[in-house]
Every structure is written in C-alpha cells, then in structure tokens.
C-alpha cells in the first residue's frame, strides 16, 4: 500500500511489509512564498481544497525607517473592499492596546513585523479554520510577535471575512512599507 | 520537518447537540490538539464552551484558580483567574454565519503528571466587540486523557455545522 499525498495526489513511498511503518501525517506542506523587496504583499494562489483547515508560518520585516513593529493583515480571494471585521490584543512591554474595527479590508493577524532593515524579523503564526465550509463566514487568527532589543510587542489579532465562500486565495500584506527579501512565509494544509 | 500532528477524530455537527465527545482516545502521541470552530443556540452573541477531561467533574474548587486567561474586547482588555477549563464559542445572536474558533493544545496527556493546557480562540462578529483570548490552564490530575468532552455552560445546544478535531501530536 502507498501512500498519497493530499496536495499532489502522488503516491510515494511503499507500506509493505518489511517497509519502515510509515504514518501519514495530516499537516502538509502546500506553499512557501519570499519576498523580493518590491511589494507589500505576497499571495497564495490556487490553494488545494482538499484539507480541513490552513496554517501560514512566516516571519517579516517591512523596509520602513522606524525601530518599531508593524502589523500582518489578510485578505481572502483578493477581496480588497470593506468586507472585514478585525480584533486585536497586544502587549510591548508595558501598555497593552486593544483594538476593534468593523467594514474594514483586512483581517488583523498581530504584529509580526518588524519595521526597518537590519538582522531582526518579527515572527507570525496564522489560522484559518474550515476554509472550504461554504456554511461560514471566514475567520482568521493570528499570534504574532517582534523584539529588536528595547522595541517590540506580541500580539493576537483575528478578523472575520464576511463571505461563505471557500478561500481559494490568500494574501498577507504590511501596510506601512514593502516586505524586505528577509520576509517568508509558508502555507500549511491541516486534514 | 513538518509539525507531526496527525488527525484522530473529526466531529461536525449535523444537527444541534448538547456535548461533543472524543472517546477511547489512543495512547500513543505526545501532546493532544483540538481545533474548534463553533456556534451556540443561546440567544446572546457569545457563549462559554466548556471542555472536560474523562467525564470527570473538575477536581479543582471554585477558590482555586486553573486558568488564567487575557482577553481583548476591541475596546478593553482584562486579565483574570477562575477554576474550569473553558472557551468563548459564537452564540445565536453573533453575526450569521460567524462561529467562533479555538485552538485547545494539551500536553503530555498520557503522563502521569499535572496536564498543562494552552488556549488561544477568537469569537468574530460583525461588531466592534469581539473577544481574542490567551489563556493557560492546568488540570490537576495525574490521569491520562482517555476521553474529552464539550459542552455550553449555557445548557444550549451546539449548532449545526460547527466541527471539532483532535489531532494527536507526536
């Protein structure tokens, strides 16, 4: 018996006897996209719809000449409207901001940039559960976090996609400034 | 190498029930992951999600804190201790279509330990009030995780297409 991927559909390896027990996992690789220094944003196009949920891991860094953090957003299916609510929650190191909006055009996933060139990135994990279900509005989630020696935060931020369609697309962006070539990220499928 | 979690059971909900329940649960991992994604019939906008462990009642007393919790509202923020291992799921008020989502991440169930827990969930709606919280929680059993169950505080119902994972972690 082989085993087959959910993202190829390939079969690979041999579960035979006489084989190494082979477990097929249910966190796969999809997607990793780097940035060239040229754009706020970077896209996950034609996402498999063969999983139950998605995870993005990636880290970030924005060339805007400030020491501070900036935040991760997502948008779903290249919608760019006002089509978004989003939450956040941050600590740095000795306030801690929260924020709310609704009719916004982007789900908030913390702030895991950090804004300047240097050796220091900021760090972000995102989910997006059952991005298939046509029954649900999309949420995202996400848990951030920056420290440059003296400026940083950590946050947690979500944003609701007020549309049941399946997520096809997926675009992380920085508003303040262009990902530097240090920025990647990388799309996970969940079974 | 890739996270090595690996899918046990999938629970989606076909129609409204009281409880979801993850039964006889294998032995053979490390840590447990339940993923959420859920909606309540209480007619407020949220609702809390309790879960417990082997169908015990808690062992822990209600001056004895288990979970400490740090919650954003979008306008406020809030810290705080209680005894009970719970979520915040979407209630029949929230937006349509909206369900609240949590991550659940038990470790070294099977150890015979304490079992540490971390939660981190999101209740969106379309309002500028909606909660994300981080929370941490300890049973205080030295049992293994046979069985695990959830439930709304309310007493309501889990609403149809709200669907639950247990992944094992190794």
Redesign the interface.
Known sequence: MAIRSLKTGTFTRSGMAGNPVI???????IATVTANGTSQSLTFSSIPQTY??LEIRGISQASYSSNDYGAIGVRLNSDTGSNY?R???RGNGST?P?????STTFAECGDGAYLNTGSTVGASVI?V??YT?T???T?V?G?SGVDNNGIGAIA?????W?N?AAITSLTIFQQNANFTDKTTFAL?G?? | MALQLFKIETVEVASPVTSVSFSNIPQGYTDLKVVVSSRGALTQVYDTLWMQFNNLTPNYSPTTPTIRLIQGSGSSVSSSAFAGLQTLQNGANATASSFGTADFYITNYTGNTFKSISVDAATETNGATAYTNLMAALWSDTSAVTSITLFPASGSTITTNSTFTLYGVL
């Open positions: 477990m097929p996992g249910s966190y796969e690789s139950t949920h609510t939450h956040v929650i801690v929260v924020n709310g909006l609704t989910s559960l059952d279900n029954n649900k509005y949420t989630r848990l947690m931020g979500s944003g609701l007020l049941t996970y969940i079974a």
